[in-house]
């Protein structure tokens, strides 16, 4: 395929290549920083949380889609992200930008933790492993006096200072901000001997070590910076819906960041964001047929509404038997359709 | 037989290695050294433990007895990457390249640990990171071109035909900056101009990257036309070493490979 001439290595490995992907990068940061003021608060709010599981689904990505290590628990570390902030906040007193790291990096230590057996296990074993390593996190925020179990945790605002961010508005720009920093990290790992090594062990582990790659290393890593993400999305979760409770962190939620990365497109960081999109988007629009049909068919809104899931699962399903690359695959297949249109080929 | 003198003009020295998988011996007390700069070949009917071989001085298997030195290091106890931090290199024979990966980053991911950033600096990209990129990207540039794979740079590796899938194995082991390649197999399926490519290929690593080789091969004119000595082994057993000549010319080769002369 033509289309581009570079003369420097450095033009070849940046992110934006060509003028039409920054014309699209300018149009689009116009679109963000604008938005609040076109949007109504719901519309903004599920943006936010868009935003939010972008980050969580990045660092899911990034262990699965990129190093090949299947995990069940990635719910496990946003409850720990967001316990740690909700803790370190409310009991505390600590500062909102110093809870935030704190949170991811205690999700990371214990990622570490988790990624340890993943030496040992691999594939749906590694996967039961991440799944015990949930169940433990979830009992213990039950039975633990101090997250109160089922009665949840109230969250403080987020504040610097004598700054409150209250609005939908305030949020979004926050949210951006942090999913915006989350893609061009993980775009740059991507890029990097980081993320190379990520795919070499994903691909073929017996080659990637005699290639250099240490194993041990990179897989527990992975766990680390995958679970770091997750403890800051959980952070972020928590002082957004300024109430936490152990059972929004359970297993589905775990299901549904697999599936957010499934059907965006495993090892892209475009498909990460395209998952994050679309699986926080669906229940919305269900929500939105359903509204539109309960005047006329309230049976049939009814009985969307009680197959919410089960849409969710056939979703999962045909992207697996039609689009096995995910949303990704699509792009990738639109762009090279526009890029040599008229030819086939 | 060379007798051993001075044992520093070896760069890897094999010392009566045995290696054995349950009852079965798959290597017995092979011993073999390879001077810096030779191309070195290992032939043997199939099952001789010419793999098994590679596999110990990669690491990737652990032989019970024996000794192996590269530059007068001791390889037994280093785990594969150690050994190819080294310099050991290796190209394997059934293609196990990074199926996911374009030619270009399969080349990349071997430099590794030839690049020194951590993963935070490879979060932000700008200063240290990018300029060890492009400076790997320097020297895997000049492997591409070395082997002719510009037009297939970003090519995703899975859909390449057999013989390129060969030679971007051999790129992606060059990439490391090697001082010792284990070649195994290079040129098994190959048509005739194919393993010519890779003859070439081989002698101008060896001459101009002054690169030591040890292959693994069946094709005997291969291994006849570049070898600088040969040893044979058969069932785990070193049954000959010499030059090809010699080789070629030994009865007891002749006999393991083609059987006993009926009389």
Not at chain 1, 26 to 51: C, H, K, T, W
Not at chain 1, 58 to 64: A, C, S, T, V
Not at chain 1, 229 to 244: S, T
Not at chain 1, 254 to 273: E, F
């Amino acid at each position: 395929m033509s289309g581009s001439y570079k003369v420097s290595y450095k033009e070849d490995m940046a992110i934006f290549q060509n003028l039409w992907v920054k014309v699209w990068l300018i149009i689009f940061i116009i679109l963000a920083v604008f938005s609040p003021i076109l949007l109504n608060r719901y519309q903004l709010s599920i943006l936010n949380e868009m935003g939010i599981a972008t980050i969580g689904a990045l660092g899911l990505n990034l262990l699965i889609g990129y190093t090949g290590q299947l995990s069940l628990g990635h719910g496990a570390f946003l409850a720990i992200g967001a316990y740690t902030s909700a803790l370190l906040t409310g009991k505390l007193g600590i500062p909102f930008f110093l809870s935030l790291p704190l949170s991811g990096l205690m999700a990371s230590l214990l990622g570490l933790v988790v990624g340890i057996p993943s030496l040992r296990l691999k594939g749906l074993y590694l996967a039961l492993g991440t799944l015990a390593f949930a169940f433990i996190v979830e009992y213990i925020l039950f039975h633990w006096d101090l997250t109160q179990g089922d009665l949840g945790m109230a969250v403080k605002r987020i504040g610097i200072g004598d700054y409150v961010i209250r609005s939908q508005r305030q949020y979004f720009y926050l949210i951006m901000a942090f999913a915006t920093f989350a893609v061009i990290c993980t775009k740059n790992l991507d890029r990097s001997k980081i993320g190379r090594s990520f795919k070499a062990i994903r691909d073929r582990d017996i080659a990637a070590e005699a290639m250099g790659i240490p194993l041990a290393k990179y897989k527990v890593m992975a766990f680390g910076i995958s679970a770091f993400y997750g403890g800051v999305a959980g952070c972020l979760m928590a002082h957004y819906n300024r109430w936490i409770v152990p059972g929004s962190f359970d297993i589905s939620l775990s299901i549904a960041y697999i599936a957010m990365i499934i059907i965006g497109g495993l090892g892209t960081v475009l498909g990460s964001v395209l998952g994050a999109i679309l699986i926080t988007g669906v229940p919305h629009g269900i929500v939105y047929v359903v509204d539109l049909l309960k005047g006329d068919y309230p049976a049939l809104s009814g009985f969307i509404i009680d197959f919410k899931l089960g849409i969710f699962g056939l979703i999962i399903v045909l992207t697996l038997l039609f689009e096995p690359k995910g949303l990704f695959g699509v792009y990738q297949r639109t762009k090279v359709y526009f890029k040599t249109w008229p030819f086939k080929y | 037989m060379v007798v051993l003198e001075d044992s520093s003009e070896f760069q890897l020295e094999i010392d009566s290695v045995t290696m054995s998988f349950g009852g079965i011996s798959a290597l017995h007390d092979v011993s073999l050294s390879v001077e810096k700069g030779q191309i070195y070949s290992i032939i043997g009917p199939n099952g001789a433990g010419k793999t098994t071989l590679f596999n110990c001085i990669s690491g990737m298997y652990r032989a019970q007895r024996g000794s192996i030195k590269f530059d007068g290091k001791e390889l037994m106890r280093l785990k594969p990457p150690e050994i190819a931090h080294m310099g050991i290199a290796r190209a394997f024979q059934n293609i196990e390249l990074f199926q996911g990966m374009t030619v270009l980053d399969n080349l990349m991911s071997a430099r590794g640990h030839l690049s020194h950033y951590g993963f935070l600096r490879a979060a932000i990209y700008l200063g240290k990171c990018r300029k060890e990129e492009i400076k790997s990207r320097d020297w895997v540039e000049e492997i591409i071109e070395f082997l002719d794979m510009q037009a297939i740079r970003k090519t995703p590796v899975a859909g390449l035909p057999y013989g390129l899938q060969k030679r971007v194995e051999l790129g992606r082991a060059l990439a490391m900056e090697p001082k010792l390649l284990l070649v195994d197999e290079p040129v098994s399926g190959m048509n005739i101009d194919e393993t010519e490519d890779m003859a070439r290929y081989l002698l101008d690593i060896n001459e101009e990257m002054d690169i030591t080789v040890v292959l693994v091969e069946h094709d005997m004119g291969l291994v006849m036309d570049l070898s600088d000595r040969v040893t044979v082994l058969n069932f785990g057993t070193k049954i000959a070493e010499g030059t090809p000549q010699e080789i070629a010319n030994n009865p007891v080769v002749v006999q393991a490979y083609l059987g006993e002369a009926e009389s």
